[in-house]
């Protein structure tokens, strides 16, 4: 089915900006919330019932109106926007995740990431010479083929293939807020790639300031908005190695540039190779994975699924009673379960396994898995 885009008012925006800056919202909850209330506005007027009610012992902390309205007037002064998820301009494979943000902030073209199917290349930060030339060599050959090239602005290989994409497009996508550089020796390149028709992406609040635990956030950005990741140069259990196992995780493909078994750097990507990740010497490599999955030419945007839509038909939406809350508290445990476990055992209805999962979830009393897994906390 093709979804037709949404076109947010300023008003439902902050609703959302507010929505998913509160307290023990994730993407998954924002979700549900979204889908049991049709809109932003109804769940933020829920949200300290559902807390009390999912066993919270203090007020949840929901972000005011002033706070969103601040974060979208900094932002657009900074010359980017706050794109939702349905709206023309939001990442269309992005918006194929479980959980995918449910806003990002783009400064640049964002017009760019809906029109070009997109190629991640991630790797070492201390990479060598060849590691740098490999990745401006792809990175030249993917742009020329149509590809839009992915990164995540770091130095070394991520620097490397978006200088090299800049010609024809890139994206960094940053752990921080939109207007903090990081790092701060990419500065100039940050503006070159705003400049020259790319664009810079960010799921985290104008003004943040980049943590190490935003960096797999960022990270599954990078292989969420891809059709594949192309991993240069990483040593066992760098970053990009994660970017590459998020890859898999969602049914992304993976490819790994193979170096000299004795060079730390490349003990990663040969272990990706011999995992079954497709070994590659260039664009030409990459293009002929890819080719026969596309959906879509640079010119066409593939269908997507129904995104989140606000609605406001006056449906009612079901109710839990504490019997409920009980079966549902009975059945979790600190070993993850998935939600159809959840609603096979209780016997309960799957809209109120979910209204329950959403008010302990608001509790901060459950732990959200990949997979739609869930787990009692303590």
């Known amino acids: 089915m093709t979804g037709t885009a949404i076109q947010l008012s300023d008003r439902q925006r902050i609703a959302w900006l507010r929505l998913i800056r509160s307290e023990n919202v994730g ?32 007020h949840l902390k929901i972000a005011t109106e002033e706070d969103a309205e601040r974060e979208l007037v900094a932002t657009r002064r900074a010359g980017a926007e706050i794109i939702a998820l349905g709206e023309s ?10 959980a995918p943000p449910p806003v990002v902030t783009i400064r640049g073209e964002a017009a760019a990431l809906a029109r070009r199917p997109a190629v991640a290349i991630v790797g070492a930060r201390n990479a060598s010479i060849a590691g740098r030339k490999m990745a401006e060599r792809i990175a030249l050959d993917l742009g020329d083929a149509g590809y839009l090239v992915v990164s995540g602005l770091a130095r070394g290989i991520d620097a490397a293939a978006h200088a090299a994409a800049l010609s024809n497009g890139t994206v960094g996508v940053i752990a921080g807020g939109i207007d903090h550089v990081y790092p701060e020796e990419n500065r100039a390149l940050y503006g070159d790639i705003v400049a020259r028709g790319g664009a810079i992406l960010s799921e985290m609040p104008f003004g943040w300031l980049p943590r190490a635990q935003d960096f797999p956030r960022r990270n599954r950005v990078i292989s969420g908005m891809s059709l594949g990741v192309v991993v240069i140069e990483a040593a066992e259990r760098s970053g990009s190695l994660h970017t590459a196992r998020f890859a898999l995780e969602q049914g992304r493909e993976v490819f790994a540039v193979p170096g000299s078994p004795i060079d730390p750097r490349a003990a990663g990507t040969n272990s990706l190779i011999r995992q079954g ?18 959906g879509w030419s640079p010119d066409i945007r593939p269908d997507v699924e129904e995104p989140m839509r606000e609605r406001d038909d006056g449906s009612e939406t079901p109710d839990a009673g504490d019997a409920d809350r009980r079966l ?25 396994v979910h209204l329950v999962l959403l008010e302990l979830d608001l509790a901060g009393r459950i732990e959200r898995h990949r997979g739609h897994l869930v787990s009692l906390i303590g």
Do not use: Q
């Open 277 to 294: 990740a497709t070994l590659t010497r260039n664009g030409a490599d990459i293009a002929e994975v890819l080719a026969p999955m596309l």
């Open 27 to 58: 993407p998954a909850t924002f979700r549900g919330l979204l889908n049991h209330f049709g809109s932003a506005a109804a769940a933020l007027d829920a949200l300290p019932h559902l807390s009390r009610r999912g066993g919270a012992t203090r």
């Open 89 to 98: 301009g939001y990442p269309v494979m992005l918006a194929r995740l479980d």
């Open 328 to 352: 549902v508290l009975e059945a979790l445990g600190p070993t993850p379960v998935g939600l159809d476990d959840l609603v096979r055992h209780t016997g309960l209805k799957p809209a109120v």
